[in-house]
């Protein structure tokens, strides 16, 4: 691969995981976690930016020497858990494609004025459009960046006119008033949790960047992807603080856009049409993408004909939303399943960093290790208070 090919692929990896993170839900999180917690929600977001850096650098580092999916990785950490992990991540993967896909109808509803089931049926088109191309992973990189890029630009202008209290939004990121652990791990498992962390990864090895003599380079692509997706955050959060501050409420059904509709009037509301499709299209592209990157690594058949299945992962996503909707329950039961993946996916990384077996004579940072361990113990504790509550509410 010459070095031009391989700088490309590894700014693409990046940019494919930091949009798969950023989705309807991540905009949504944002702007009602600024609403409640204002100018503290800066020390979320630094919390939550580190440990994101300390899971990520842990599971693509292993990827990376192992020179193997994680699934593979896994069943040979403990026989059939990349079964379960490639289960988790595909059920997951659909549950929340059906939202992207809801989200990208939602943005072209509000570009076009198009009934919001024909505009995901139009952008699901377009996601599919993608692995037609012969190289569809450049294709797939270079939509990523273009639409990060927009997705950034769009929301930086809004957060200028806005005009939010900066020197406020400094002091309490390092000195909040308000804590909340809920929104860190929240935070934290919507950006390296479920399918997102292992786009990244995933797109690595199918590029060929993968050994030892890789590492500097795959630690590079790893940190930019948490800093790409972190930006969006930070600039997402100054909007929303800067109107909050002006003692503006959020509309409850579409808060991240309320930011938009106060600065720029109608013309805000397709900015954040713009955004929320370009968040929504490219995190159904990184979902099916990553979904099926599984699913291949488990079966010769599919990875004979990834293209294929991704577009059916697309098709299904889109034709679920666009006759039977969002089934709730559905959703938040794989949700919360979708939360476990983390813990379960960076429990098992770990240990295969420590079996000579799968890394050689590799020697993993005892300090990344720790902050793997942290991010496993409180998702882990989370997810499984959020589970009982669901059974205990179904039962009840």
């Known amino acids: 691969m010459s070095n031009h090919n391989r700088r490309h692929a590894l700014i693409g990896a990046a940019f494919l995981m930091a949009t798969s993170a950023i989705g309807p839900g991540f905009l949504t999180q944002?702007?009602?976690?600024?609403e409640n917690l204002l100018a503290s929600f800066g020390f979320v977001i630094l919390i939550s930016i580190l440990l994101d850096i300390g899971a990520q650098l842990n599971i693509w580092r292993i990827i990376a020497v192992s020179e193997q999916p994680a699934q593979n990785i896994a069943n040979r950490v403990l026989p059939g858990a990349g079964y379960f992990l490639t289960l988790l991540i595909v059920m997951g993967g659909l549950a929340f494609n059906i939202g992207n896909v809801g989200g990208?109808?939602?943005g072209m509803n509000i570009l076009t004025g198009l009934s919001p089931e024909m505009g995901a049926i139009i952008s699901g088109c377009i996601a599919v459009g993608i692995f037609l191309f012969r190289e569809a992973g450049k294709t797939m990189?270079?939509?990523a960046q273009i639409m990060g890029f927009i997705m950034i630009a769009l929301t930086l202008y809004v957060a200028w006119q806005a005009n939010p209290p900066l020197e406020e939004a400094v002091y309490y990121t390092f000195l909040p008033v308000k804590l909340d652990?809920?929104?860190?791990v929240t935070l934290v498992g919507g950006t390296v949790g479920g399918y997102i962390t292992f786009a990244g990864a995933h797109r690595l090895l199918d590029a060929g960047i993968k050994g030892r003599a890789s590492l500097p380079e795959v630690n590079r692509s790893s940190v930019s992807a948490i800093l790409i997706a972190s930006v969006m955050r930070v600039v997402l959060f100054l909007a929303v603080l800067g109107v909050v501050s002006q003692g503006v409420k959020l509309n409850?059904?579409?808060?991240?856009a309320t930011p938009f509709q106060y600065i720029?009037?109608?013309g805000g509301w397709l900015l954040f049409g713009v955004v929320i499709w370009a968040a929504s299209?490219?995190?159904v592209i990184g979902a099916a993408y990553t979904s099926v990157s599984f699913l291949a690594g488990l079966s010769a058949t599919v990875k004979k004909n990834k293209n294929r299945w991704i577009i059916g992962f697309i098709l299904v996503s889109t034709f679920v939303l666009a006759t039977v909707g969002r089934p709730a329950q559905v959703l938040v039961f794989v949700?919360?399943?979708?939360?476990?993946?983390?813990?379960?996916?960076l429990g098992l990384i770990l240990l295969a960093a420590y079996r000579p077996d799968i890394v050689g004579d590799y020697r993993h940072p005892k300090w990344m290790a720790v902050c793997g361990l942290i991010v496993v113990v409180s998702m882990a504790l989370l997810s499984g208070i959020t589970l009982v509550k669901y059974i205990g509410g179904l039962l009840g």
Request: no cysteine; glycine share 10%.
């Open 30 to 34: 944002t702007a009602t976690f600024t």
């Open 104 to 106: 990208a109808g939602l």
């Open 141 to 143: 990189d270079k939509f």
């Open 181 to 184: 652990a809920v929104a860190i």
């Open 252 to 256: 409850p059904e579409n808060p991240a």
């Open 264 to 266: 720029a009037g109608h």
């Open 281 to 283: 299209i490219t995190s």
């Open 335 to 345: 949700g919360t399943l979708n939360g476990l993946i983390l813990p379960v996916s």
